[in-house]
């Protein structure tokens, strides 16, 4: 067995995918912790260790930053916090349920809720810039088409046949989004399991039906009022 050369004093060592990385990974926690616009370049700097000239060697700007971590991190925390579980998920509300349990534990074991990554950002970026808005809406329609796909495959298999796709997604994603939202604020994770039951007796075919026999008879009201 030969010995490693040892390493010469004060050599750096080029290694600018790992520098990159680091960049990434300290800029992904400080935006999810205390914010983009709070985040300053000189305090990620810090942070990862680079100098002001490595940091600009990758990303030129800030916002150049920000867009990374929108399409390569984020984006990659909801493929596999999400689109993934659900599209392995013997059915869309099989996997929509574990997702939504699976969330929950996890942050009962953590001991707080930072909120969905997703989420964060795009309540603080939608608006100040569109390439944001369009980075961070990307997300939501891959997200969503995804469950929306999963529903699809369902009906094909003879489930599902009463639920539309594209609605129930919106639904799915609009319930999450809101219950981290609310489980970030009262720090609570216990708000998640409360959605899912509502999601869960929310757009079951039976209360689909229900609802559709209600919005009829109302329809029947209207038209009789009409006629005097």
Excluded at 17 to 28: M, P, Q, Y
Excluded at 125 to 131: E, K, N, V
Excluded at 200 to 214: I, M, N, T, V, Y
Aim: glycine residues 8%; hydrophobic residues 45%.
């Amino acid at each position: 067995m030969t010995a490693r050369p040892k390493a010469q004093p004060g050599k750096r060592i080029n290694d600018p995918e790992g520098l990159r990385k680091r960049v990434l990974d300290v800029a992904e926690a400080s935006f999810q912790a205390r914010g983009y616009h709070a985040s300053s370049l000189g305090d990620l700097m810090a942070a990862a260790g680079v100098t002001g000239g490595a940091l600009h060697h990758h990303f030129p700007t800030k916002k150049a930053l920000a867009l990374a971590v929108i399409e390569e991190r984020v984006a990659a925390a909801v493929e596999a916090t999400w689109i993934a579980p659900v599209q392995a998920a013997g059915s869309t509300r099989e996997g929509v349920r574990s997702v939504f349990e699976a969330v929950a534990a996890e942050l009962e074991q953590q001991g707080f809720v930072r909120g969905c990554p997703l989420n964060n950002l795009a309540h603080e970026l939608s608006l100040a810039d569109p390439d944001f808005r369009t980075a961070l809406a990307g997300i939501f329609s891959a997200w969503r088409q995804a469950i929306a796909d999963k529903v699809r495959a369902d009906q094909q298999a003879g489930r599902e046949q009463d639920t539309d796709p594209q609605r129930f997604a919106a639904l799915a994603v609009a319930t999450y989004s809101g219950a981290m939202s609310m489980a970030k604020t009262a720090q609570d994770s216990g708000v998640l399991r409360d959605c899912l039951n509502a999601l869960e007796q929310g757009a079951s075919p039976a209360s689909s039906s229900k609802g559709e026999a209600r919005a009829k008879r109302r329809r029947r009201v209207l038209r009789q009022y009409k006629a005097f």
